[in-house]
Structures are given as C-alpha cells and as structure tokens.
C-alpha cells in the first residue's frame, strides 16, 4: 500500500471502528482483512473521481461505512460462497458453464414459474441463469424493464424481493447462479430520487444533470451522437413541470446519473451491495460505455467511465467478494475489451462474434470472421466472455471497418448487404428478421429477430420444405457449437433451444408496435417446448443437437478457459479453430456453407500432431492421412485418439 493510502486508511479506520463497535470481533476481523488487501486500489480511484472535492474524505468514510455495513449484514450462506470463490477466482471458466437468459414473465410468468422451472434449466444444463430487468418499472414505457424505479423493489406482477432471494437461495443450491442487471447509467423518471428532483430538493437534484435552458445541452449535444435517431433526436428532454431540461441518453423517461456526484456513486453502491446480499452473483453492468460524461467529448468509453467501474469493483472485493461484473458495451470491438480486466469486469459479452457468426452465415464466407477473431479474441487470462448468437436486443454490424478493409470489403456497403439479407429483402436469401432503428435517409439499421427466423427455419416452414427445415437446423446447430466451444461462457437466448421463430403479434400492441425488437422477445411456448423430446419434430432435432453439444463440452475439460487459436484450414468457408490446454487439444471444423467441403489431411496432422482422431460429436474415427468431407454445416470437434 503506498503512503497516501495508508495514511488515509490510519485516519479513517478508528472511526470505523467506532461507528460499528457492535459488531462480531469475526465478522469485523474479516471485514478490516480485506479492506487492507483492497482500499489502496478503492481508494487511488475515488481519488481520480472525487479528489478534487473539499469533501472528498467524509464520502470517502461514508463509501466505506456502507461496505462495513452491508458486509456486517451479509447472509452467513453467502459469506461462505464469498470463501469459495476466493480461494477459486476463475470457477466461470470451468467448461461446466453454460448460460441461460430471460425475461420472468414471458418464460415463466413470475418468479414462482421460475422455480417451477429449474428442472428444465437442469435438463438443459445450465449453471448460469440471468432473468431480464425484473425491478419496478413505470407501466407505460419502461424500455423492457431498463428504466428502473426501485432496485429494492420486484415489478409486482413478477413477485416479490423475498421470493427472488428464496429463488437465488434454491438455484445456487442446485447449482445455478444469478445473473441480474444493473442498470448504473440511469433511473426512471419515477424513481424516488428522480421524483424528490421534480420536488425540488437540492441534494436530488443534483444527482442528475438538469439544465435551466439549452445552452449547455447544446454544447454537449454538438459532440453526442443520436442513440435512438427515429424515435428522439438529441440526448436531452424538456420537462415543462420543472422547467428543465434532462439528460436523457436513451430515453425520454431514463434520467442519466450523474456520477460526478460522489454522493451517486454512494448510493449506487448501497443497491449494488444490497443486491448482492440478496444472492446474485453476477450483475450486468447495462450501458457501461455512457456512465462519465465530460463537454467537448461524445461522452462514450471516456477513461473516468472505467475508473468508476473500477471502484465499484473494489468495493465489492472488500464487501461481496463473491460477486462478478459481466460488462455490456455494445461498441467498436477495440473499446469493448479496454472494459475486461479482473479489477474491472470479469465477464463481457461478445458482440463481435455474435455479428461475425451471422455475417458469415449470409456470405456462406469466414474471412472476415476468422480475421478479426484471430486479432481480437485474447483477453487476460483471468477473465471470460460471453458468448451468445442472440440477446433480447437488436444485432449490429459491430465489426471494424479497418479489418474489413484488409480483406477488400467495404465496411458500409457489407452492413447494407447484411441488413438487406436479413430483413429478407436479398434475393435469395434464407432469412426473415425486421429492421430496427431504420434511417431512410442512409439506409442504417440494426436487425431483430429470432434465431431460427434469422437461420431460415421461418421462410423453410412456410413454403414446407423439409430440405431446407434440414439446414436451417444445421445452421442453429452450428452458430450454437461455436459459442459452446471457441472459449468463455456459452449464453443460450431461451427459446432458441426449441427453434422458436418470430412472434408478429407485437404490432397488435400500441405499447411495443413502434419497437420491432419484441419480435424476438415471444412468449414461451411450452407446446413446442413439450416437444423437446420427438426428434421428428423441429423443436426435437434442435434441443436434443444443442443438448448433445452442452454435455459433451461439459465432460471435456479440454473446453475450459478461454485459450483458442484460430487455424487457416485453406478453405474459405470452413471456420477453423484449435482448443488446447493440459487436459488436451481439440480442433474444431465449421462448414457454413450448405456445399460440402473439404479440409486436407495435412491441415489436421499440422494442427491436430497426430493422425487418429475422434470426432467428439459423431464418435467417428477420422484419419488424417486423407482428406476430410464435411457435409453441409457439418461441425466436426476431433480429438487426438
């Protein structure tokens, strides 16, 4: 610990003591232990945040008090998770792991459905489980549950924060952690504080940014750009009842924090803790990018927004030792990994490899794919992404422009092709999503829509065809195989497993008509679900493929961590990749094209240092010393014999 922080924790620590004389000589032991292995790097942080404040020590003391106290209040049960995980840092990159996400009440109702529930999770093979934004929310617009109103309150209809601690107890015992969003850029404008605002009290007033006229909005405005260009222009909203006008990055009823504010990052940071004392492990860090705002810049991936999530980090090592942060930044792939680190987010999503699986699909080409995997895949070892072919929101074309532009692509003609392909306006092509966030005037967009609707099973069922319901399968099969094996957690959208396709019903609703992102967001169907197990059906071919890959990389250890190489298999539609660690190596083949191919037995004593090998998938021997066919979509996952 350097000078400054240690002088500074010799100051504050007696009146800690002080404040909490009460409590248990164990628990406080505990407490002060890792306080002294983490307050430097909490403290170097609030530091660069607030150090410039005259008041800086009293938040200071304040943030700390709330640790002590939130950890002096923390279940003995998940004090024990808290050792577990400590003495086992990276447990999320077992290849034990595989992930489920949600919403409560589409998938099961409410939170009693969930529990009801766990047998299928377990059937399946899940081990992580995030549940979509279940907080109270404003009943009108709500932007999916992601304008909070109360963190420490379940959306009624879903159930109670009783029962979603009762829930978190019974899936932790089954082997299932939590996964819950947190949504730290902004509240709803019902939100008690953002109310107490419009009262006119100073001390919540200022924990957002409100403006008495346009001239600072403008001058930040100059440097933003629009997030939702269609729907409302600029990141500012007038509210005649204050006579003020608000930053509003994303909508008009989401109120941006002002973290500027110490006291916002104190009282972000009691719910964070809260929630972690109710037993989630893991939260999704919503909008990470947007958190630091600064004039004369776009106010996006600023270097104060990683200091902020870098204290939130600290502080949850000293009081929730247990939890993890998976980072959602939907952003150039460069800015995506500057949010992984083990003292910032442990987790992030993948959104390249998400857009890459489907960009390679249209073009039935993995250049661009491998190319940028190869660059961009490696993170620090103590870290895992996550990766998934589909989420509750939009798919855009997130690749970078300068690895395009190596392989010969125009970056802004291919996302033109690519959301003509998927929209289904492509002559030819297999796919049928909708645009989100269209501009007429140059042809943007990002594209909804269900995985199966995207692989082609919708356009394949209703011209009844049993050859292309055949590759569409194929296609599911296979952007899900490359999530479960290329390294990090494997996120299944729920649903998918079963094929579910586009629900149109949503433009029968005045409250979701103008969002074609609730295309993909369909009520569970547990009919089809019920059919999981007939493989004549389709919902029976694709749970019964997706549960064959879950279980065997669940027994292969060879799968665990996130160490992966991509291999040049001298074919430009097969995505080739090498998985190796002390428990083995394991070569993986992807055809995505519907022709066959052929990958040279050279490429597989080159890579594979043998000539035996066992394709974990078929159980089929398959010998080096001659080429190697792979069927249309075929994944081959071929280990040493």
């Not at 005259?54 to 002096?72: G, K």
Request: contains cysteine; aromatic residues 12%; proline residues 4%.
């Amino acid at each position: 610990m350097n000078y400054e922080s240690q002088l500074s924790l010799q100051r504050l620590l007696p009146r800690l003591r002080q404040r909490f004389a009460d409590a248990s000589a164990t628990d406080w032991a505990d407490f002060e232990e890792r306080l002294y292995r983490h307050f430097e790097r909490l403290f170097l942080a609030l530091l660069d945040l607030y150090g410039g404040r005259y008041d800086f020590f009293f938040h200071l003391e304040d943030i700390l008090a709330t640790a002590a106290e939130s950890w002096l209040a923390r279940p003995q049960a998940l004090k024990l998770l808290d050792d577990e995980r400590e003495q086992n840092p990276t447990w999320f990159q077992s290849q034990g792991m595989v992930g489920g996400v949600c919403y409560v009440d589409l998938f099961a109702d409410n939170l009693a459905g969930i529990r009801q529930r766990i047998p299928y999770f377990q059937e399946l093979g899940l081990t992580y489980l995030h549940l979509m934004p279940l907080f109270a929310s404003p009943e009108a617009e709500n932007d999916g549950g992601y304008a909070v109103s109360s963190y420490r309150e379940v959306e009624a209809r879903l159930g109670t924060m009783a029962e979603l601690e009762d829930l978190t107890a019974e899936l932790r015992g089954n082997g299932i952690s939590l996964v819950i969003d947190f949504v730290f850029n902004h509240t709803s404008d019902e939100h008690e504080w953002a109310q107490r605002a419009i009262a006119g009290e100073r001390e919540f007033e200022e924990m957002y940014f409100l403006f008495p006229d346009r001239t600072q909005p403008d001058a930040y405005d100059a440097h933003l750009r629009e997030i939702f260009p269609d729907v409302r222009p600029g990141s500012f909203t007038y509210r005649a009842d204050i006579d003020r006008w608000v930053w509003t990055t994303f909508n008009s009823f989401q109120w941006d924090l002002n973290y500027r504010n110490p006291a916002v990052f104190k009282r972000m940071a009691t719910e964070m803790l809260f929630l972690a004392n109710v037993g989630v492990e893991i939260l999704r860090l919503d909008a990470v990018a947007f958190t630091w705002k600064e004039l004369g810049t776009n106010c996006e991936n600023l270097p104060l927004a990683h200091v902020l999530i870098q204290a939130f980090n600290a502080l949850a090592r000293i009081a929730a030792p247990a939890l993890l942060f998976k980072s959602e930044a939907i952003v150039h792939p460069d800015e995506v990994a500057k949010y992984i680190d083990p003292e910032e987010c442990q987790l992030s999503y993948n959104p390249l490899l998400m857009a890459l699986l489907w960009e390679a699909l249209a073009t039935r080409n993995v250049r661009l794919l491998a190319h940028s995997l190869r660059e961009r895949f490696r993170i620090d070892p103590a870290c895992a992404w996550v990766n998934y072919v589909r989420c509750h929101d939009d798919i855009g074309w997130t690749f970078d422009d300068g690895d395009a532009r190596r392989l010969d692509i125009n970056g802004f003609d291919h996302r033109h092709f690519l959301n003509d392909f998927y929209t289904g306006r492509f002559q030819g092509s297999f796919a049928r999503g909708l645009p989100f966030q269209e501009n007429p005037a140059t042809g943007d967009a990002r594209i909804s829509g269900a995985c199966a609707s995207l692989a082609g099973l919708e356009k394949a069922l209703r011209q009844e065809s049993d050859y292309e319901v055949e590759l569409a399968v194929k296609r599911i099969l296979l952007i899900h195989s490359v999530i479960l094996s290329i390294g990090g957690i494997p996120l299944i959208y729920l649903g998918d497993e079963v094929g579910t396709t586009n629900d149109y019903s949503f433009r029968d609703d005045p409250a979701k008509a103008g969002d074609s992102r609730w295309l993909h967001r369909p009520r569970t169907d547990w009919a089809r679900a019920d059919q999981r197990h007939d493989v004549e059906t389709v919902s029976g071919k694709v749970f019964q493929g997706l549960q064959r890959l879950m279980q065997i990389r669940q027994d292969c250890a060879t799968f665990s961590g996130n160490e992966m190489t991509v291999i040049n298999p001298d074919n430009e539609h097969v995505f080739a990749y090498l998985r190796q660690n002390e428990a083995g190596r394991v070569l993986i083949f992807t055809n995505f094209s519907e022709q066959p191919q052929h990958i040279s037995g050279a490429v597989l004593r080159t890579y594979g240092l043998g000539y035996e090998f066992t394709d974990l998938i078929s159980e089929r021997a398959v010998v080096a010393d001659e080429d190697v066919a792979l069927a249309p979509y075929e994944v081959l996952w071929l280990a040493a014999r």
